[in-house]
């Protein structure tokens, strides 16, 4: 069995050893999914550019791909499926801000997908005003009460942990007074209520917080910081979607081709047309993204990185709609409604259901309004509109 | 050897380097006057670019005259040039010429034309018929005669780049036995030129037509089809570089525009609706980037096929550089409309690019025949 030489920077050909030795030992085809997921973390492969033994080798993050592809190719999963909410937003920040004691309980079991992650911080008043919260944190002796109400939270009825902005300070203005908390979803006064989407399935949920207790260890970054420390995740999150390489082809476009090679009696110049046009847009994305990545493993975030998730989301939904046209009457069905029903976008009427979910890709993660704010302001420094709640107190902003 | 899109120091280097000397010696200034010229340009400052600066031959082979560096450093080259909207024979020479020259197979044809070129003492330009900016043998107009010693051409040739300015013209011409590529002297007697009126004023053209004029035979048949092929494929992904320049030019001036207007008492810029036009000229710019920067990869590494790789580049840059340049008048208002103002010069470069090798439309068009109908599940 290969290992890492402590002190030594691992390069391409030890983890590609490592990787291979893993594989080996645990092939992904008849290894469960959380024993092969803790090898990998063991092995240092889950998050290469993380410290040794926090599923990390202290290697240069250029190489997280190399792995990524091993495992692809061995038949493994694509990471973050075990752990969606875990490994895009949630990693990143618990190596940050947790201590090393947490952080080892919280790691592996994260990597392995036996403890699901889930994000609370939207509520009804506040979305795309994220920073306009409600949800309370006070003190409690050596921990928090925090009371409130979250929603549109994806998976959180099947997570054991969530990451949680609430309100420590309502006499600041609201970016200010906001804390970052992790939290134990087993906790007393959590409540958890799936809400049904227009897709028919319950992916995402209401979460009442009431009086709801936790230690003041499982807050990350300073008390008021809390916007600066979900940012950073946010950031991560962007990075951590470089470390996917796509193919020509590929995800929403290679449906597109594959439905239009299927129904050869639907082909017409019109669609021909729109189609190309889907296909060159869906090159220039990709290109685009693969451009982000090599800037992102060089060190410089370039306007690529906020431009990919725009782009990406508002292609995939035109995608899907081309596709609906395409199948003409067959369009008209579903298989089912059942909330119970998988959500994996599968089964006969797979390009419907991929179709209906493809309207949360705008929304979800910030919205296209939002997006265009954010590239209009940070990356071109254009001016900011003029907003009613700036410099005022939370507690002062009419809601 | 650079993985794909990865710019180095040295490139970004490069790229200042060439921004800066065109800021100050072929400032939008001397734009204008050159462009209102006979020659439609300056022929000392083209040789300081490729002598003083050096940056024409980069990718040209270093015995020959060049650094050796790739078609990546040539295609910042040409995509700085075309931000500063710089008057000469960018398209004929860097576009064309000096990549059909690197493909020929003969290397002392190759060193008796290309360090000229590199140096920017001549220039010449490059005739190849083409429909999508796809090599089209079909649509030849020249045909070459031999007394078996020297040959002659006649014919006519429409729209070619800076065709009353080049010192050479490389021409495809029909000969009994198939293609063949010849070298003419633009001043030897039965080449008439005549130069067009042009709706980008910075882009020269010309109608030549040959009649029994000496030509020199540079590429035999064998080897002319598929030395065509690459010099179009090459020549559209420059091409596509220089529409990137042009986009990221007339983005920065609108974004600084909007942040300095002031109506309703605050910067235009502050507005939703002017804020989103500008996100989606910098998204509709940086799919051009990529796409373009990706053909320039490609084709020098071999990592993907040329022609789709070049197509993609000059359908996705066609689209990208017309709209923002359209979105650049719109969002400078009267002043857009002006003249004066500096949009209207990048309104004409980005139709006539969108125009020349190829149009969106056509190479959307290509991209569908090979992307689409010949598109195969099992291959991907
Ligand atoms: C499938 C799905 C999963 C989600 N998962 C999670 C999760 O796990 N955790 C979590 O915390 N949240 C989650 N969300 C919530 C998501 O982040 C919010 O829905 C989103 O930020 C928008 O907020 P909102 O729904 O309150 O809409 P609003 O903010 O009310 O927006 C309504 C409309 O107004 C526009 N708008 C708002 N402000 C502006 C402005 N300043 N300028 C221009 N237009 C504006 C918006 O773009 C939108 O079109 C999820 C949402 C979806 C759809």
Redesign the pocket.
């Known amino acids: 069995m290969t290992t890492a030489e402590v002190g030594v920077v691992p390069d391409a050909a030890t983890i590609e050893q490592i990787a291979r030795d893993v594989l080996a030992e645990h092939p992904p085809a008849s290894t469960p999914i959380t024993h092969l997921m803790g090898a990998w973390y063991d092995a240092g492969l889950t998050w290469v550019y993380f410290p040794r033994g926090f599923g990390g080798l202290d290697a240069p993050r250029s190489l997280q791909p190399l792995a990524n592809r091993l495992m692809r190719e061995a038949g493994g999963p694509e990471p973050r499926t075990v752990n969606t909410?875990g490994y895009g937003i949630v990693a990143g920040t618990i190596r940050r801000y947790a201590t090393p004691e947490l952080a080892s309980r919280l790691l592996r079991p994260l990597a392995t997908g036996e403890e699901k992650w889930?994000?609370?911080?939207?509520?009804?008043?506040?979305?795309?005003?994220?920073a306009g919260l409600t949800t309370r944190a006070v003190r409690d002796g050596d921990g928090w009460r925090i009371t409130g109400q979250?929603?549109?939270?994806?998976?959180?009825h099947q997570s054991r942990w969530a990451i949680l902005l609430a309100r420590t300070d309502p006499d600041v203005p609201k970016h200010k007074g906001l804390t970052y908390f992790i939290l134990d979803m087993q906790t007393p006064g959590v409540t958890v209520r799936p809400l049904r989407?227009l897709t028919g399935r319950a992916?995402?949920n209401e979460v009442f917080l009431d009086e709801v207790y936790l230690p003041d260890t499982q807050r990350f970054g300073d008390v008021g910081a809390g916007w600066i420390v979900a940012n950073s995740t946010l950031g991560d999150e962007r990075t951590s979607l470089g470390d996917r390489v796509s193919a020509r082809g590929s995800g929403a476009i290679g449906d597109a081709l594959a439905l239009w090679a299927e129904k050869p009696e639907n082909h017409s110049p019109i669609l021909r047309e729109q189609l190309t046009r889907l296909w060159i847009r869906a090159e220039a994305h990709r290109l685009t993204s693969d451009r982000a990545r090599v800037a992102a493993t060089m060190g410089v975030q370039g306007p690529e990185s906020a431009i990919t998730k725009l782009v990406g989301s508002e292609l995939t939904q035109q995608i899907y709609e081309y596709c609906i046209e395409l199948l003409g009457p067959e369009g008209t069905l579903i298989d089912t409604y059942s909330p119970e029903a998988p959500d994996d976008e599968s089964g006969p009427t797979a390009i419907q259901r991929k179709y209906l979910?493809s309207?949360?890709t705008t929304?979800?993660?910030?919205?296209?309004?939002?997006l265009?704010?954010v590239i209009g302001e940070r990356v071109l420094k254009l001016p900011q509109?003029l907003r009613a709640d700036k410099g005022i107190p939370w507690r002062d902003v009419p809601r | 050897m650079t993985q794909e899109f990865e710019f180095t120091e040295e490139m970004k280097e490069l790229r200042e380097m060439v921004r800066e000397f065109c800021a100050e010696f072929s400032d939008e200034q001397t734009v204008r006057q050159t462009m209102e010229t006979e020659a439609g340009y300056d022929a000392a400052l083209w040789q300081r670019f490729g002598s003083e600066l050096g940056v024409f031959g980069l990718a040209v082979a270093e015995e020959l005259g060049g650094a050796g560096l790739g078609l990546v450093h040539h295609a910042i080259v040409v995509e700085e040039l075309g931000a500063a909207l710089v008057c000469g024979p960018v398209l004929g020479t860097l576009c064309l010429a000096i990549p059909a020259l690197s493909a020929l197979p003969e290397e002392t044809i190759r060193a008796e034309y290309l360090p000229g070129l590199v140096s920017g003492e001549t220039t010449a330009t490059v005739a190849i018929p083409q429909r999508a900016g796809e090599y089209s043998p079909d649509d030849l107009s020249v045909d070459a005669v031999s007394d078996g010693e020297a040959f002659a051409l006649s014919g006519r040739l429409d729209y070619v780049a800076d065709g009353s300015t080049a010192d050479v013209l490389f021409i495809a011409a029909r000969t009994p036995t198939g293609v063949a590529l010849f070298a003419v002297d633009s001043e030897s007697t039965g080449v008439e030129r005549t130069r067009l009126f042009t709706l980008d004023q910075t882009r020269r053209q010309a109608t030549i037509v040959l009649q029994n004029a000496a030509a020199r035979l540079i590429c035999a048949e064998t080897e002319t089809p598929d030395v065509l092929v690459q010099t179009l494929a090459t020549a559209t992904a420059l091409l596509a570089a220089s529409q990137v320049g042009g986009g990221q030019r007339m983005l920065d001036a609108t974004i600084a525009h909007v942040s300095s207007r002031i109506q309703f008492g605050q910067a235009i810029g502050a507005f939703?609706a002017i804020k989103h036009r500008c996100a989606n000229m910098l998204i509709a710019e940086e799919q051009a980037r990529s796409a373009a920067y990706h053909a320039a990869w490609a084709i020098q590494d071999g990592t993907d096929e040329p022609l789709i790789a070049a197509s993609l580049a000059k359908a996705v840059a066609s689209e990208s550089f017309l709209w923002i340049s359209r979105s650049a008048i719109q969002l400078h208002g009267g002043m857009g409309f002006t003249w004066e103002g500096a949009p209207q010069l990048y309104l004409k470069r980005a139709t006539a690019d969108s125009l020349t090798l190829g149009t969106a439309a056509e190479h959307t068009e290509r991209l569908a025949r090979v992307a689409i109908d010949e598109w195969e599940p099992a291959l991907v």
Do not use: M, Y
């Open positions: 909410i889930c994000q609370l911080f939207s509520e009804p008043g506040a979305g795309s005003d994220l979250k929603v549109w939270n994806s998976l959180a989407q992916q995402f979910r309207r949360a929304i979800e993660g910030g919205t296209s309004e939002i265009r704010n509109e | 939703q």
